[in-house]
């Protein structure tokens, strides 16, 4: 298995000057023209093409990503906004229909047939699918998507409540709702509620307006519907619709009673004849909620412990990204919600961002976005841009592994066992209850685009139904009827990232995989882990399971048998 961590590197440029920028599409464009016009006429000209494509690609990538990054970690500076715009509308559109002449050069040059095929077939596959989905008429339209989409994080962003006298984002009032005495969970769930409720329509009219959108985008691909068309985008070549459909029924069938008995095992500990909304995360009175650092620096200094302990790798990387200030983790006013872990394709050293309160929670977001960003500097010895930008299927399944692996070292935030077996349960707990929401949020997904012209009406009576499909009906909403019609506008993804959902599903059960694999032999999870992550996107999904030691795979039958292996794996950890 490796170990020890060995710095990574900038990548050092041989097609662009070192000190280029990207500034406008005037000072752009030449290096594109110049991609566009160079002769392909040997193999070794394809192979030196290609890299410096992949150079100008991670240069622009890189770009855009700070962007994004400045811009989500502080949603009020109107410079941070006007550079994301400007890329969006200006830079952006204006590269795709470039983008879409090298793919067509590369399809088309005949050495492309005596490269390593086992290595491209996933890029040469990619490149093919983009061809056949390129639109000119399209490229205005998802400059505009890109940017509207962005709104949901200003507005989400802009949101919160006062608590004695004091502001708190939503992310740090969530905190209160763990709280043990009932009358101040209560307080704090009516106030993010209503708090909620004032962005209703305008988070409504938001989205109705990216619908608009995305159906157009479809229809001038040839698609009858934005479902269709953003199956085949985002490359979902190893499942099917029906696959999704048969997952779903899965999730009810086989993780929803276990959702079940554990939502009554809280109950329970509560000592509560009716559950309530601001129930669900509570702990019985005179348990204090649980307490694993007080700030982003105390959270950063023991994820790195926890990492170290795994494997020192993981934890350079981690001390890496501190001492890049690629790290900002704590909550504040302003920052758009969320979280994530963004790969900068030429430095190599990735960003994690999230919005750290002092909950279990935050310490589950950081094990998770520290798995994606270890994913990052493993895939970054790859030689080329297009080889790392590995599908979310097996991204997710970098950071959910990471949880569950991690949990054997998570006494360096809770030094008192009672607390730590909390803990661990949480986790398993958030597991489980995570799956029938996903099923929830792609279903919905499924519904909307294949029900063009629907009103806000029937979008929110048939989230209620799929809502209420997924749901054990243990908890009481009444008097929030009106709030959980919208509870989907909290969902980051159905706004900016449509579809990409249900490869959190598929990684999930990847994830329970991989900690049984883990559970047998620590050593041997690990190296198949890594060996997996390093392989970026130069295999299919399948291969990179297998690679890991595990299957892809999302029937009903093996739903069954990790939710077979779930259920002792509880029990054993709530006897520890």
Request: with cysteine; aromatic share 12%; net charge negative.
């Amino acid at each position: 298995m490796q170990s020890g961590f060995t710095p990574i590197e900038k990548l050092k440029r041989e097609f662009l000057p070192a000190g280029f920028v990207v500034t406008d599409w005037a000072a752009l464009e030449p290096w594109f023209t110049n991609l566009v016009d160079r002769p392909l006429d040997s193999k070794l000209a394809l192979e030196h093409w290609l890299r410096d494509v992949s150079e100008l690609e991670a240069v622009v990538s890189e770009d855009a990503c700070w962007r994004q990054i400045k811009m989500t970690c502080d949603t009020v500076n109107k410079e941070y906004e006007d550079a994301f715009t400007f890329f969006c509308m200006e830079i952006e559109p204006k590269m795709k229909p470039y983008s879409f002449e090298l793919n067509k050069k590369l399809q088309s040059c005949p050495f492309t047939k005596e490269l390593d095929e086992k290595l491209y077939f996933p890029y040469l596959r990619n490149v093919a699918n983009a061809i056949q989905l390129y639109r000119d008429e399209n490229v205005q339209l998802q400059a505009e998507m890109s940017l509207k989409a962005q709104q949901f994080g200003v507005i989400s962003g802009a949101m919160g409540i006062e608590v004695d006298g004091k502001e708190y984002t939503m992310q740090q009032a969530a905190k209160f709702l763990q709280n043990p005495e009932r009358d101040i969970r209560e307080a704090a769930y009516r106030k993010m509620a209503e708090r909620r409720l004032v962005d209703k329509d305008k988070l409504n009219t938001l989205f109705d307006e990216l619908l608009v959108l995305r159906q157009q985008i479809a229809k001038n691909a040839g698609f009858d519907n934005y479902r269709d068309y953003k199956f085949r985008e985002l490359g979902r070549f190893d499942y099917t619709i029906d696959d999704c459909f048969a997952f779903h029924e899965a999730v009810k069938e086989h993780i929803l009673p276990l959702q079940a008995m554990l939502t009554n095992a809280r109950k329970k500990r509560l000592g509560l004849d009716i559950m309530r909304p601001w129930d669900t995360d509570a702990e019985p009175k005179g348990t204090q909620p649980l307490q694993p650092f007080v700030d982003g620096k105390e959270l950063r200094d023991k994820a790195i412990e926890a990492f170290s302990r795994l494997n020192p790798y993981f934890s350079g990387c981690l001390e890496t990204m501190g001492d890049m200030q690629r790290l900002d983790l704590e909550s504040r006013k302003g920052k758009a919600p969320g979280g994530y872990n963004c790969p900068l394709a030429e430095t190599g050293v990735p960003f994690i961002f999230m919005n750290a309160a002092g909950t279990m929670g935050d310490v589950i977001t950081m094990m998770h976005e520290g798995g994606h960003a270890v994913h990052s500097f493993l895939s970054h010895h790859l030689p080329l841009s297009a080889f790392k930008e590995y599908p979310m299927e097996i991204a997710e399944l970098a950071s959910m592994s990471m949880e569950l692996f991690s949990m054997e070292h998570w006494d360096v935030f809770f030094a008192d066992a009672t607390e730590l077996k909390r803990a661990k349960l949480e986790e398993l707990e958030r597991v489980i209850s995570v799956l029938p929401w996903i099923a929830t949020i792609d279903k919905f997904q499924h519904w909307i685009y294949t029900h063009a012209g629907h009103s806000v009406a029937e979008r929110e009576q048939e989230w209620i139904n799929i809502l209420n499909e997924f749901s054990t009906g243990i908890v009481d909403w009444s008097g929030f009827e009106e709030n959980r019609t919208s509870f989907w506008q909290k969902q980051l993804h159905l706004f900016e990232v449509p579809f990409y959902y249900i490869e959190y599903c598929i990684a999930q059960l990847g994830a329970l995989a991989m900690w049984r694999q883990y559970r047998q032999d620590k050593e041997q999870a690990l190296t198949n882990y890594m060996a997996a992550l390093s392989q970026g996107y130069t295999k299919t999904l399948k291969e990179l399971y297998a690679t890991a030691g595990i299957r892809f795979d999302l029937s009903p039958a093996y739903v069954k048998e990790l939710a077979a292996f779930v259920q002792p794996a509880l029990a054993e950890i709530a006897g520890e």
